[in-house]
């Protein structure tokens, strides 16, 4: 099993302002996944209190190519575990010390067991800095590398079961829902979030004799063939319209976790995606977000 590489300027960037600060949101490890072609980092129920979060990152945007060495006995693939905080932590020390060059490589150390006369081996990511008047070496220890059955389980997690029937666009919305739901934070632990077909997103939750909710209008849907055909009735309040749509079946509703959806919406602050596509799954057990990134030129 072999992995070496040397970080590109923008994906120390990208790693370092935006995408570990958002997993550091949501827990406090994260499993990564190296493939021949592609970098996963992974959150599922065993990293956080209930979100599956995954990023994906062709492999040149995080390494230079030619210094890209992935090699095991399965596939090709490499995983393991990882403290978020630590990551973080050696990235940002390589950009304060000037480092020009960050390269990572999977090793092992001998240690001294606890049984006298025996020793253990312990995997690290071992970083080396290098610059005009820095070399700098930082071991960041990690779990040992998953066997081949959890490699392939960690494959499927980074997939979505399945996609929504359709999604809407939240991005131009985003600070107007996030400070609503921050408001909603002192009423309730679980909000009622809601999509419809014409583009509409409805969040609310409820108190004891209160009821604190807003609208958002027409926001862009996709696939683009999605049109609501019966339209609702603007004179009726947010609740009632919401009722209308899902009656006609254009429209759906679940409740979720108040403090997901506040991490969700936040954290797009820290990585500014050009989308935000946000679905209910057809059996309403989950609310999907995919945040979409394009590069231009």
């Known amino acids: 099993m072999r992995f070496k590489a040397t970080f590109t300027e923008r994906g120390l960037h990208i790693l370092e302002k935006g995408f570990l600060p958002t997993f550091e949101k949501f827990g406090k490890s994260v499993q990564v996944l190296l493939g021949p072609d592609e970098v996963h980092f992974i959150q599922t129920s065993v990293n956080t209190d209930g979100c599956h979060v995954t990023a994906r990152f062709a492999l040149e945007v995080l390494f230079e190519t030619s210094t890209y060495k992935c090699q095991s006995k399965h596939f090709n693939l490499i995983a393991f575990s990882a403290d978020v905080g630590l990551l973080l932590r050696v990235l940002r020390g390589a950009g304060t010390n000037d480092a020009d060059t960050l390269e990572v490589k999977l090793s092992q150390k ?3 067991a606890e049984t006298a006369g025996e020793t253990r081996s312990i995997p690290y990511l071992t970083f080396t800095g290098r610059g005009a008047n820095v070399s700098m070496i930082q071991d960041l220890p990690v779990s040992k590398p998953f066997p081949g059955p959890d490699i392939d389980r960690l494959v499927a997690a980074k997939e979505v079961a399945a996609l929504c029937p359709y999604y809407v666009d939240l991005q131009l919305a985003t600070p107007t829902l996030h400070a609503l739901v ?3 934070k002192s009423l309730g632990d679980n909000l009622m979030f809601g999509l419809a077909k014409n583009g509409d997103v409805h969040v609310n939750v409820r108190a004891v004799n209160v009821l604190l909710g807003s609208q958002v209008l027409e926001l862009p849907v996709y696939p683009q063939d999605v049109r609501a055909q019966h339209p609702v009735d603007r004179a009726l309040p947010p609740e009632q319209q919401l009722e209308q749509a899902r009656e006609a079946a254009e429209a759906e509703a679940v409740h979720v976790h108040l403090k997901h959806m506040s991490r969700a919406l936040n954290v797009s602050q820290l990585t500014t995606p050009s ?3 946000c679905g ?5 057990t989950y609310v999907h ?3 979409v990134f394009q590069v231009f030129g």
């Open 110 to 112: 001998t240690l001294p």
């Open 182 to 184: 921050d408001r909603m």
């Open 275 to 277: 989308q935000i596509l």
């Open 280 to 284: 209910i799954a057809g059996d309403r």
């Open 289 to 291: 977000m995919m945040y």
